[in-house]
């Protein structure tokens, strides 16, 4: 693999999200494209190269977006990948900058949530889907993920209250950033005393649907230097999709396959790293991530999130600083932006209320498309910081 | 319950394949005329040899249960009627991982169940485990359509 040279990941920017929206997608992600504009100080037409991912921009697509915001880039990347897209938004947008096919890259998840965006989103996920699992219950994910978090507490001794220390220490998280939808402290009581949804799953094991956007510039280091602009640097990068197809229970992904590749690239190891964004669609999923990007072996992420405090600074592994999906809700494909976009402000941004201290590297990993029993796609990419 | 509520109708073209199997009281599937792969969820091709000949064969219907679920709440209006239910990944003997619903004695990883296919108050085939030779219709009475053209059992 090619190095990722000079590559810089600038103007991390979150719409705010909420709970429902009468604005369409190409709102959140013209307003994000906006924002990042007004933070970087470009003008629309030095961005040449523009990669979208969400749910709920049909009938358009990102093509559409380019009459939208009335800019005609050199380069343009729909992401199919859902919670995925982030990490290879900033991938693919880095070889485009390596390459000269583009050099400055606008990065958007975004997606809108009316009554009814997830319910209909659910039910034509997949032809996989809607033969051989939406049928039993219309319960979406839950069911899927329900099974994968039984299987995963038999095989390895997870307990609920395991699962419990993750979606705690996310939601203090979320306090101290102060940007989340559930911005109530939540407790481990009332963690395990929330009502069942798909058992073992119960309410604050599940993301709630929400809309929103995030996003991030790819450009080269000589340029966001030359713009004055604080950046993070990328390191190293990952995707892998439909890994262990032959697995009949989904308790490991992609990330095992390219996470040697990218430590050596990186010239890091986990113990190096000083923060983890996950993709936390379930905690079950977070604890695979921990897992298969080599925190802990397989099967001891239980034990690992007993010992090693998970808060922005608690002194262990500040795992989902901004609080996750799972206080920030879900907004679509944007869910696939939130931990990239938190691991850029965590490296160009001082002053963060829920600033990691001392913070010079970190993971955001991503995790998306739920085809039939299991989410297919995979990625992730080291950052460091870039500034000194 | 919503009497005018339904489970989601919606299928691909091929399950009118399984329709009509379930309706002739069989568990058939796809099985490669290569390979011998048996392909579930169903499509066009064979997904282990790229082979452009899928058949739908009687295939052994028992399988042991991976995992299950107990499903408490759901966007649908004819579910919500009739919370709670179990549904299992089963591991069918012949290959295929199936979702599936599950009868509340199997509620137990490697349960051994044998799976039938029965039309939902959709008019549409979904798969039921439960213990062999026992009856489905029983346990999910309020999800399952009465009409059964041919009980195998008879």
Known sequence: MLPYEDVALVAATSLPYVKRSERSAAWFIGMTFARMLERSGLRKHDVDGLAVASFTLAPDSVVGMTEYLDISPRWLEQIPMGGASGPVAARRAARAVQAGDADIVACIGGDTATADTFASLVKDFSRFSTDAVFPYGAGGPNTVFAMITRNYMEQYGARRDDFGLICTAQRENALAAGRAIFNKPLSMEDYLNARPISEPLHLYDCVMPVAGADGFLVMSVTRAEALGLSYARLLAAGERHNAWSGDDVHFRAGWRRYRDEMYDLAGLAPGDIDFLQTYDDYPVISMIQMEDLGFCEKGEAPEFVRGCPLTWNGGGLPHNTCGGQLSAGQAGAAGGFLGTVEAIRQLTETGLPNQVAGARTGIASGYGMVNYDRCLCTSAIILGRGNP | ?154
């Open chain 2, 1 to 154: 319950m919503n009497e005018h509520a339904s489970p989601p109708a919606a299928r691909s073209r091929l399950w009118q394949q399984i329709n009509q199997a379930a309706a002739e009281g069989l568990f058939r599937l796809q099985v490669c005329a290569a390979c011998k792969h048996v392909q579930y969820p169903p499509q066009e091709f064979c997904s282990q040899c790229l082979a452009d000949g899928l058949t739908w064969e009687n295939v052994n219907p028992l399988g042991k249960v991976l995992s299950w679920t107990t499903t408490h709440a759901s966007t649908n209006q004819f579910f919500k009627g009739v919370l709670p239910f179990h549904v299992g990944m089963i591991k069918l003997d012949c290959g295929p991982v199936m979702v599936a619903y599950l009868a509340a004695s199997c509620l137990q990883t490697g349960s051994i169940v044998q799976v039938t296919g029965r039309p939902d108050r959709s008019g549409q085939t979904v798969f039921v485990a439960a213990a062999p030779g026992s009856d489905p219709l029983r346990e999910f009475s309020n999800i399952l359509t009465k009409e059964v053209k041919h009980d195998p059992s008879q």
